[in-house]
Each structure stands twice: as C-alpha cells, then as structure tokens.
C-alpha cells in the first residue's frame, strides 16, 4: 500500500463515518498562537475549536496534517522512524463522540483497511498521576477489552507516555497508544509496549481531550469533551510496505536514490555514510515544506529552525563531497513525489528554489572556514588530553563566524569530544540580556485579553460585524465589565496587567474609567491582518452617555471594545450609537489596499518568492515586511513605486468577494502565512484579478484612485532575509512631496540658484568645501604654493546681458593650480559665468565654469573653452558647468580669453562676439603671495571692449 493510498483510504474510511475532510494547515501557526514556532501535531491548528473559542466546520473531523518537530533532531538519521517533518493521519470530535466510538474506530480500521491481526495489536493506557490529581484511565481498559484485547495485552504507562499535551499549557488529556507486535524476532520476551525497544511498533495515539491546561499543571474541564487521535502516515508507510525503517518507504527511496547519485556512494555499505544520507532526505524534505509556507532562513524564531536544518544537512552533503546545487536538487525530487497532494510545493517552486541556493552558497563559505577553526580546536584538544570544547571557543564560532553550535557538538562528538554546553548557554544568555537592554523591554501578559474572553463567553452571544457595510450602526449594549490598565495597554490590544469584573445594569462607571464592551452588532474592525483596530465613539441614543473607542480585542470570529467613558453611564442593554473615526478609517483602508498593490509589484519587480513577512496597515502609514535577500536599489524602489501610482492612476475597482477557498486557491489568491481560513474565505481582488487577489478580512477603498498617491519613506532590513518598506497614501505622501518641494526651494534660495539647478550647485559646494578643507589641513596656502586674492579677482565680474562674467589672465607657476583657482572663485560668484587662462611652460591653459542657472539660458562651460582654445591652437572640453582646455600659442592667451568671452555673450543674448580689447586692471595681491614672485604687480585682465 502506498503511502498516497494510506493518506487516502484513511480519510475515507472516516468521511464514511460522518467526519469533514479538512484540509492540512500551514507549518507556520495561526499568528494569534503564540504557544509553539510551528505546528506540531494534527490537533494544533484546532485548539480554538477544542477550546470553545471557534465554532468548528463539523463536530466530527479529519486530516492529514503536515508537522514539524525538532526535539528528536539528534536521533534523525540514527533511528529507523524518527523524522523532523511528517504527515499524521488524524480523526477528531469537537464535543461529539467520546472513548467508545474512538476505540472502536481505531479498531476497526487497524483490522479491515490496514488488515492487521487481532493478536499482533497491544494498547497503552494512562496509569494515573498524583501531581494532576488524577487515577488510572479505567475507563479505557473496559473499552479495549470489550473490543477482545486481553488484559495482559493492555499496558499502563506513566504521564510521561500517556498523557499528551502540545505544550506547556492548553488542551490535554490521557491517551490510549496502539503498538504492533513485530514478533519476538526483534526484542525479546521481556520487551513491552512503551519501552526502549524494536518489537513494539506504536502507530496510532488516541488522546481522550478532556482538560485544559492552565497553567502547567492545574486542570481544568473543557467546555466539551474531545477526541483527538494521531497515526504517522511515515510509520504506518514502513509497516504496512514491509520496510525495515521509513527511509526505504516510497516517499524516501527516490531521496536515498538521488542521494547516492550525487555522492556516489552505496546505501548499505558505511554506517557513517548512511546516517548522512537519512539526514539529507528527512531535512531536505522539511526545509522544501518549510518554505513553501513561508518560512525563510534566519536567526530567529521559526527562520533558525529551518537554518538548522538547511545547515545541518549542508555540512552532510559536504562531507559526501556533493556537487554544488545538491539541496535544489533533492527540493525537486520532493516537489515530483509530493506536490499533486501539497500543491504549494509547485505554487512556491521558485522560492524554494531561491532560498535553498542562497543558503547553500552562503553557508558553504561558513562551513569552509568555520569546519577548519573547529579542527585546529579539536587537534589542540586532544593534544593536550582535554576533555572538549570550551565554551568560549564554541561560543566565538557561533557569534563571531556564524557556525551553529548544533554543528560544533556534533563534529566535536564524532572525536570523542565534548562541548561545555551549560557555559555557552550562560554565554548566550548574556548576549540576550544585552540585545534587551538594546532594544528596550516590551509590555506581556494576556490579562486583559483574558477578561475580555471571558466578558464575551459570559455574553452568551456574538458580536455581529457590521463594519463592512457601514461606519455607523445602533445597537445594544450586550454586556460591559470594568478593566483597570492604562491607555497603552488598550491601544496594545491589553498587553498589560488587567483587571476586572462583570457590570450590573444598577453600577455606573464615573467619567474617565475604562470598560470593556460588547455590542450586538459593530462597525469597529477589530486589529487583524496587520490592520489596526478602528477609533471612535459610542453614545446612549437617549444622549446621556458617552464613551471613547480606543481598541477592539479580536476573539476568534468575536470581538469586544475597549473604551473610556467620556460622560454619563453605561449600561446593560443602552441603546447606543456606535460611529466609527470615518477619517482614520478610510486612511487605513488607502494604507491597505496600497499594501497589496505593493505586494503585487514587489512579486513582480523582484521575483515570485517574495511573500508577506508582516505588516503595520494604520492611519498614519504602512508598514510591508516580505522576504527578500538583500536591500533593493534605488532603480527597483522607483521601478516598484513607479507601478504601484500606475495601478492608482488606473483608477481600477476593489472588490471585495466572498468565495469557497478552493476557489480562491485556484484564482491564485495570496495567502497570508499564520493565519487560518475555514472553507468560506473573503477575498480581495483589484481591477480584474489580473495583478492582485489576496485573502483578507480587511478594510479597503473601493477604488485604486481612492489612494492617492503612493510615496515610499524606507527600505531597511527587518531581520535575516526580510526587508520592510515603509510607505505613505494619500494626503500623507502629498504633503510628503510638498516637504520636499519646501526643502528644495529653500536649498536653491540658500544656493541663490533654481531649484533644478539645485543639486549641481550642492555637488560644486561640496567640491569647494573638500578642497578647502585639504587646502586648511595642509597649512592654508593655496594649490601648488600659490595664494590669489580671489575676494579682489572676484570684484572684477562684469554685468553681461543680465548675468555675471568674469574672464582673466592669472600668473601662475603650475598649470595644476588653475582649476583651483576657479573653484575658489566659483564660491564667490555662485551666478557667474568664470573664464580663466595661464601661460605656463610654453603652453595654453584655460578652465572656465558656468552657474547652473546660465547653463539653463544656453551657457556652456564645454562650448566656452572650446572657442576659447581654438584661438591659442588647441582645443578642449568638458561638462557644461565646468570644463578645461589648452593650446600651443601662449601669445594668444589674451585673444583666446575675449574669444570665451564673446561666446559667453553670444549665447546669453545670440548676438555676434565683440572681438578685441584694451589691457585690464592689475589684480591686487595680499602680502605674501607668491602667484608671480617678489611682491611685483600681478598680472593683467584683458577685457574686450564690450
């Protein structure tokens, strides 16, 4: 039987038995989950149901649930059955069936579809546990004998092994486990079900779901009974294919195959190389699936888990001497053996792709360079008869080179050394201590949530969501109940302490005291899908009571507001007008439509594995963090902003559609990653579909004109591979631009330049000031020794057609010093256009420069010295606000300079050059100056006639 007709014919075997085929969800847990990284058991995504705070599809449920678990990940590879990613099998009651019909289902199906012998089962019970207060499950052992298990065959474990829970706290209960006697053949007569042995084979977990844990080890009675078993579709794969571990089922041989391909080496024939090829088909395996739902390589939370494992599994394929590109390569495999069940794997093909190679080639360099510090540790070691590794040393190769510790315990082990794990904690746990002190420290608790949870079970109805049709409604108070907390802990979502109790109808709460609401219907979003929740007010219709809206607690599909009351006295079942803040909310709607116009032209811009990482959709702005590797530059930030205006200005419709999701699954919509969808999902779809649909519950504008304008603030890193674009809409970009355009016009005034001339003049400003500083540092004379009075040289500018000009004739010793000069001169006359010229050596050289505003009016440096030169026998060029040149006829210098001149004013008033001139004034020196030597009269201006 294959592991595809295992899934199945389990499935059916319950939709016959009046239980809902449900589909998987994602490895990446619902956002309001806080309890684990990544879904660990079929029965996690339906806790809300277990506890009472959803409505479930059907009282009777079942899956196949992918999972993910790392507490074994040290025996992967060692064991024939431990994986860290798999599929569990699972049949679930919601407050329906109890113990007699989970017995008798899981016995049934363990004789007729999976054809197993009475004899060869045996079953595990709950023996009791005096710290939770609670005997043997007797219960249970009446129920499998009654089925024809004899009492010898039924076997009580401690709470260690039969008392399952997914965490610390939340819904729990006793379990019943079904073994598989694989004969004496493989253990011994002594061996039982439960222990450390090979001839019992535990494939199926019934967990009789009863209590609810909280906190850790206080029970306390579901709102209903519940039955949540769990069978390993891996586990039951090997047994029922005869295989001697899950890696030699079929959903692992082709990865085993593709292993020995890329390696060259043989299964079966070196423990050491067998171990690495078990560890590459499990990690491979869970690293395609991981990232298919949207897990991306990082240092922290759920994005180390999946680097774990991508390393752990490069170190392995180096040491098989795999060929580069060796985890693409397997992610294929996967996708072709297990993609017509788990669509995502084709859908996410490509970011599979992108993450697994960038991680390969990145970490390859790690490994290269942490591998040989590691060996040099472990030679000095063992020269010198230590037990290990220090903790120090492990500790520098994490932080400092980025090699896991996992790693380093490993390889150490494989020499017979050990690693000081207990010190490198202590380490890490300074360096936490340090980045909280960094970061600052951040409100906790759920008390306030709490109470509003228990304010809407007490209701004993729900709060019917009005907000989509309307930002008004009249309503009732359901029910109120008194918070005690601060202003932040509502704007939070209560994060902080709280407390409170239920209202009567006879108390008042005085103006300024805080309640928790609940109406029978509201137009209030409550905060979701990285929407803020929505402001306003709450009034008695009778006008005497008054109550400000500051936050909106989301409860499942309920919700209850958390407000201040204003005036007056709320009560029980007041007729009210609830008004959401309209302006704030329609701020918050062009802020969220424009995240999944953002979203759409990031996939487009930069690749199909950008996925939303998080967001923060207000009034105020907008917050997208997506996964992507590097910063984006700034011709891809235009790119991106430049098509999200585009879609605005196409003014295409926003529609909101309510559709099954398998529809919207197979119309492309996004999803978002961590959160939950029933069979009925909200789907949002711009124009036609054509460039976005996502599934969403938020608010949003009708139309993309609605938005405005679209304005990115930042691009910076969020975390390992996640950048975050912060962005503005609508009035909010608009006087974003009008800042700017303030900013602009004020350094143009300052520059006294226009505002397109603006960053010319700053680039030249910044030229002058570099200059002068070196000139400062290197004792305050001027280039080449030589020091002008560039304040008297300046006073020289004439008033041509309307504009500054100034052209002379400069004595200098070192041609080198001429650009000089006319920089120094250029900060004096910002306006003007300069031309000044030097006979130095024999040789012509000139250099002219141009304000920005004169290049504006057809003045041009390059055209300048070009006209210039040609006189004196040369010839030159340069950009058109400064440029240089040089000729062969130094007798002509004077010449050449009325020839500039002429063609400054020829371009400012597109008349004929004046040609000639008389000898200009001498140019002033200070004392000192050493442009001719001596203290002798400076140089001459020649000037044309004019």
Not at 114 to 120: H, I, K, S
Not at 178 to 197: K, M, T
Not at 305 to 328: C, E, K, N, S, Y
Not at 572 to 581: H, I, K, M, W, Y
């Amino acid at each position: 039987m294959t592991s595809d007709e295992i899934r199945e014919r389990y499935l059916g075997f319950f939709e016959e038995r009046g239980h809902k085929r449900i589909p998987s969800a994602s490895l990446v847990p619902s956002a309001h989950d806080p309890s684990a990284l990544l879904t660990v058991a079929g029965m996690h995504p339906l806790k809300p149901y277990f506890l009472g705070q959803e409505q479930p599809p059907a009282p009777r449920l079942t899956s196949c649930q992918k999972c993910f678990r790392t507490v074994d990940i040290g025996n992967v590879g060692n064991t024939a059955r431990h994986l860290t990613f798999f599929e569990m099998l699972g049949n679930f009651s919601i407050g329906d069936y109890f113990k007699e019909e989970a017995v008798r289902f899981a016995w049934e199906l363990s004789l007729e579809v999976f054809g197993f012998t009475r004899e060869d089962i045996w079953v595990t019970v709950f023996e009791g546990d005096e710290e939770l207060g609670l005997g043997p499950d007797e219960e249970a052992i009446e129920l499998w004998q009654d089925m024809g298990v004899p009492g010898e065959r039924i076997v009580r474990c401690p709470r260690s092994e039969n008392f399952w829970q997914g965490g610390p706290t939340g819904p729990c209960g006793p379990c019943s486990e079904l073994y598989l006697d694989r004969g004496v053949q493989f253990g011994s007569e002594d061996d039982l079900p439960g222990g450390e042995n090979e001839r019992f084979l535990e494939y199926w977990n019934l967990v009789f779901m009863q209590f609810n844990q909280q906190p850790a080890n206080t029970l306390s009675e579901l709102p209903a009974r519940n039955i949540d078993t769990g069978l390993g579709l891996n586990r039951m794969a090997a047994i029922l294919q005869d295989k001697p571990s899950v890696f030699e089922t079929d959903q692992f041989q082709p990865l085993l195959d593709l292993g020995q391909e890329l390696s060259g080496r043989a299964y079966g024939e070196d423990a050491g190389a067998d171990r690495s090829l078990r560890i590459l088909a499990d990690h491979t395996r869970a690293m395609t699936f991981l990232v298919a739902d949207g897990v991306v390589p990082s240092n922290e939370d759920r994005g180390y888990v999946l680097r774990r494992v991508m390393r752990r599994a490069i170190q392995h394929g180096r040491a098989l001497d795999m060929p580069p590109g060796f985890l693409t390569r397997y992610a294929d495999t996967v996708t072709e053996l297990m993609g017509a069940t788990y669509s995502e794997l084709r859908e996410q093909h490509e970011a599979i792709g992108k993450w697994l190679s960038s991680e390969e080639e990145g970490f390859g360099r790690t490994l290269a360079q942490g591998t040989k510090l590691l060996e040099d540790l472990i030679d000095k070691a063992r020269q010198e008869g230590q037990e290990g590794i220090a903790a120090q040393d492990a500790f520098t190769l994490h932080d400092t080179f980025g090699f896991p510790f996992e790693l380093t315990t490993e390889l150490a082990a494989e020499y017979g050394l050990g690693v000081d794990d207990e010190g490198f904690e202590r380490l890490m746990d300074k360096q936490r201590a340090r980045a909280r002190a960094a970061g600052g420290s951040v409100a906790g608790g759920e008390d306030a949530r709490e109470l509003a949870r228990e304010l809407a079970e007490g209701a004993g109805f729900q709060t019917h969501f009005t907000g989509y049709e309307t930002d008004e409604q009249r309503t009732t108070v359901g029910a109120l109940a008194q918070v005690n907390g601060s202003r932040e802990d509502a704007e939070n979502g209560g994060s902080s302490a709280a407390a409170g109790q239920a209202i009567a109808a006879s108390q008042a709460v005085a103006a300024g005291g805080r309640l928790l609401l609940k109406l029978a219907e509201s137009p209030f979003y409550a905060a979701g899908g990285g929407q803020v929740s929505d402001a306003g007010t709450v009034e008695c219709l009778s006008g005497d009571c008054a109550a400000r809206v500051e936050g909106v607690f989301r409860l499942g599909d309920d919700q209850a507001l958390a407000v201040v009351v204003e005036r007056g006295t709320l009560r029980p079942e007041e007729a009210v007008l609830a008004r959401v803040d309209r302006s704030a909310r329609r701020a918050s709607e062009r802020n969220h439509t424009a995240t999944h116009l953002l979203h759409a032209a990031l996939r487009a811009r930069l690749g199909g594995h950008v996925r939303q990482a998080g967001s923060y959709v207000g009034p105020d702005k907008l917050r997208f963090d997506f996964s992507h590797s590097q910063a984006m530059s700034t011709q891809e930030l235009r790119d991106v902003e430049d098509q999200v205006n585009a879609w605005i200005a196409q003014g295409d419709p926003v529609r909101p559609i309510t559709t099954t999701l398998d529809e919207a699954k197979r119309l492309g919509a996004m999803a978002l990653f961590g959160e939950k969808y029933g069979d009925v999902v909200r789907m949002v779809e711009v124009g036609e579909g054509e460039y976005s649909r996502e599934l969403c519950g938020g608010t949003h504008v009708r139309s993309t004109a609605e938005i405005g304008a679209f304005r990115i603030l930042a691009e910076t890193s969020s975390a390992a591979n996640v950048r975050r674009i912060e962005a503005l809409t609508g009035a909010g970009a608009v006087e974003l631009l009008r800042e700017h355009d303030r900013l602009l016009q004020d350094i143009a005034a300052t520059l006294r330049t226009r505002p397109e001339g603006a960053p010319e003049a700053v680039r030249e400003r910044e030229l002058e000031r570099k200059r002068l500083e070196k000139e400062r540092k290197s004792g305050g004379a001027g280039p080449s020794g030589v020091d002008i009075d560039v304040d008297a040289l300046a006073q020289q500018a004439e008033e041509l057609a309307g504009a500054q000009v100034l052209t002379a004739v400069l004595q200098l010793p070192d041609a080198k010093a001429l650009m000089g000069v006319l920089d120094r001169v250029r900060g004096k006359l910002p306006e003007a256009a300069v031309v000044l010229g030097a006979a130095v050596d024999g040789r012509v050289h000139l250099v002219a420069g141009v304000a920005p505003a004169l290049v504006q009016k057809g003045v041009k440096a390059g055209a300048i010295v070009k006209a210039a030169a040609e006189v004196a026998g040369g010839g030159g060029g340069g950009r058109d606000t400064v440029a240089q040149a040089g000729g062969r006829q130094p007798e002509k210098l004077a010449e050449a300079l009325a020839a500039g001149r002429a063609a400054i004013e020829a371009a400012l008033e597109g008349g004929a050059a004046a040609g000639g001139g008389e000898p200009g004034p001498s140019i002033p020196r200070s004392e000192g100056g050493a442009a001719a030597g001596g203290g002798e009269p400076g140089p001459s201006i020649p000037r044309s006639d004019g």
